[in-house]
T-cell receptor, first 112, second 112 residues
Framework: DGGITQSPKYLFRKEGQNVTLSCEQNLNHDAMYWYRQDPGQGLRLIYYSQIVNDFQKGDIAEGYSVSREKKESFPLTVTSAQKNPTAFYLC???????????FGPGTRLTVL | SQQGEEDPQALSIQEGENATMNCSYKTSINNLQWYRQNSGRGLVHLILIRSNEREKHSGRLRVTLDTSKKSSSLLITASRAADTASYFCATGVSGGYNKLIFGAGTRLAVHP
């Protein structure tokens, strides 16, 4: 099956802990994105990467970090510096020369 | 910053009726896209309309774009209960990385 996978589906974190959300795609897409969605709101861009070993901050990057060591993988770390991390996190990828993004199923992070 | 604003925020209709959702935006765009999100799931791309296009169809979907008014509408004809979801418009803006700016969405409920 081709597609974008995110794991875990649900994640619980204690305050002060860092957690890493996984995003993997086997679509051979160059660009990958991380978004945050809060209840009743649209998506806000956290980080994006257009090629391996390169990534850029989006609109709300504070308290988050990413890496792009492989084309297929774009993990997101939510650090303890993120003051309000409880949210639904969505990963997306985009093939070259198109504008359409393809989304994973999301990870719901809850801080206890 | 969120550019797209959907109207209405929520819409409740009966099966067989048409559903119309509107989206307004503020700055120049390259394209405008509509996505659907079922509760707690990822987003699914529905349709893309470029800034030089005025209308586009895909199955039961019809999208219009008025760049002079900075607005778009999504029409779903002969709605079905399975169309129940949130619908988001996303504006594609220039910037070198195919950035999408999402609105807060319209929650559509289609009753049998």
């Amino acid at each position: 099956d081709g597609g974008i996978t995110q794991s875990p589906k649900y994640l619980f974190r204690k305050e002060g802990q860092n957690v890493t959300l996984s995003c993997e795609q086997n679509l051979n897409h160059d660009a990958m994105y991380w978004y945050r969605q809060d209840p009743g709101q649209g998506l806000r861009l956290i980080y994006y990467s257009q090629i391996v070993n390169d990534f850029q901050k989006g609109d709300i990057a504070e308290g988050y970090s990413v890496s792009r060591e492989k084309k297929e993988s774009f993990p997101l770390t939510v650090t303890s510096a993120q003051k309000n991390p409880t949210a639904f996190y969505l990963c997306a990828s985009r093939p070259a020369a198109t504008d359409t993004q393809y989304f994973g199923p999301g990870t719901r992070l809850t801080v206890l | 910053s969120q550019q797209g604003e959907e109207d209405p925020q929520a819409l409740s209709i009966q099966e067989g009726e048409n559903a119309t959702m509107n989206c307004s935006y503020k700055t120049s765009i390259n394209n405008l896209q509509w996505y659907r999100q079922n509760s707690g799931r990822g987003l699914v791309h529905l349709i893309l309309i470029r800034s030089n296009e005025r209308e586009k169809h895909s199955g039961r979907l019809r999208v219009t774009l008025d760049t002079s008014k900075k607005s778009s509408s999504l029409l779903i004809t002969a709605s079905r209960a399975a169309d129940t979801a949130s619908y988001f418009c996303a504006t594609g803006v220039s910037g070198g990385y195919n950035k999408l700016i999402f609105g807060a969405g319209t929650r559509l409920a289609v009753h049998p």
